[in-house]
Nanobody, 125 residues
Framework: QVQLVESGGGLVQAGGSLRLSCAASGRTFSSYCMGWFRQAPGKEREFVSAISGRGGITYYTDSVKGRFTISRDNAEKTVTLQMGTLKPEDTAVYYC??????????????????WGQGTQVTVSS
């Protein structure tokens, strides 16, 4: 019903920047809370950031505050994660997710209904 496609991953040096995008297909995109999660090898999936349907509320995990910025364009049905001052610890597969529930706790992965395929981000030392 809802398809999400991430793009923009790649290899960058520590201190560099990268912009991830998520393109969605859905008629009620503006009602979805959209989130970004990441998963490094051998680790559980981790919350990174989220944004409310109209873009008025944003959430960030502590480790990325001040470095990452989430935004959305409901006309284009896209969500963007601008990542700056990247660190090797940011290396992971990054996933875009959509939550359709009326009351969402955005930091919990189980509250999201649709997921993208993921895009690899590698930050070298």
């Amino acid at each position: 019903q809802v398809q999400l496609v991430e793009s923009g991953g790649g290899l960058v040096q520590a201190g560099g920047s990268l912009r991830l995008s998520c393109a969605a297909s859905g008629r009620t995109f503006s009602s979805y809370c959209m989130g970004w999660f990441r998963q490094a090898p051998g680790k559980e999936r981790e919350f990174v950031s989220a944004i409310s349907g109209r873009g008025g509320i944003t959430y960030y995990t502590d480790s990325v505050k001040g470095r990452f910025t989430i935004s959305r364009d409901n006309a284009e049905k896209t969500v963007t994660l601008q990542m700056g001052t990247l660190k090797p610890e940011d290396t992971a597969v990054y996933y875009c997710a959509a939550a359709t529930g009326e009351y969402v706790l955005p930091r919990l992965s189980r509250n999201y209904d649709y997921w993208g395929q993921g895009t690899q981000v590698t930050v070298s030392s």
